[in-house]
Each structure stands twice: as structure tokens, then as C-alpha cells.
């Protein structure tokens, strides 16, 4: 599986962005996606994923109401609607994938077997 960020950019707190993965080789509908961000000097941090199918949603409690995620199976993407951003979203975006993965782990990038090569996402004051 091969994993493709892309979407990031400048943009002003409140602003709006929409990161895309898109996702090739043996990829199907039983992979969970999900999104992290990393700033320099800290962990991995989980912003969402979508389960298997997905009907199920999660997201890290400082991007809910703001982020959502969503998939399309059929053209293998899945997508980061960003919107009232702030300062404090800025990082370095992941899409990840793994078809094995279990509920209690989901939020845990150790989880993930399949990594895009990131996307930068600065937010400005």
C-alpha cells in the first residue's frame, strides 16, 4: 500500500484547508484511514481516522467540530476538511492505513503499517 499526501499550505487562523490521500496498490474498503500531525521535537499525534466501510468517525478532541473526515473508497482517496483553523493546528500532516487494526489502538501511530510521506500545514496568526 502506498500512501500520497497532499493539500497542505499557508493559510490564516480561521482559514479552511482540505487535505487529500490518496492511496494505491492492494488497498480496499477493509483498511482504516486516519490522519496524524507532528511538530518538531514531539509525538505523533492522532487528529481522525475512519473505520472499515466508512460508517464510524473518531477524532482527537482538539479538532472536533472543526475536522472532518471522509472517504471515497471507489477513487481510493480519503479527505481532511480543515476549517477554522488555528495557530496551534500548524504541523506536518500523515495519512495512514492498516487493515488489522483494532479499536483500543486506533488512536496509537505505532498501530499503522502504511505511512504517506506528509504534507506541511502552517497556520498564521
Known amino acids: 500500500v502506498q500512501l500520497q499526501a497532499s493539500g497542505g499550505g499557508l493559510v490564516q487562523a480561521g482559514g479552511s484547508l482540505r487535505l487529500s490521500c490518496a492511496a494505491s496498490?492492494?488497498?480496499?474498503?477493509?483498511?482504516?484511514m486516519a490522519w496524524f500531525r507532528q511538530v518538531p521535537g514531539k509525538e505523533r499525534e492522532f487528529v481522525s481516522c475512519?473505520?472499515?466501510?466508512?460508517?464510524?468517525?473518531y477524532y482527537a478532541e482538539s479538532v472536533k467540530g472543526r475536522f472532518s473526515i471522509h472517504r471515497d473508497n471507489a477513487k481510493k482517496m480519503v479527505y481532511l476538511q480543515m476549517n477554522s483553523l488555528k495557530v496551534e493546528d500548524t504541523a506536518v500532516y500523515f495519512c495512514?492505513?492498516?487493515?488489522?487494526?483494532?479499536?483500543?489502538?486506533?488512536?496509537?501511530?505505532?498501530?499503522?503499517?502504511?505511512w504517506g510521506q506528509g504534507t506541511q500545514v502552517t497556520v498564521s496568526s
Open positions: 496498490g492492494h488497498t480496499s474498503s477493509t483498511y482504516t
Open positions: 495512514a492505513a492498516d487493515n488489522r487494526l483494532i479499536m483500543s489502538t486506533m488512536r496509537s501511530a505505532s498501530a499503522y503499517d502504511y
Open positions: 475512519i473505520w472499515r466501510g466508512g460508517a464510524n468517525t
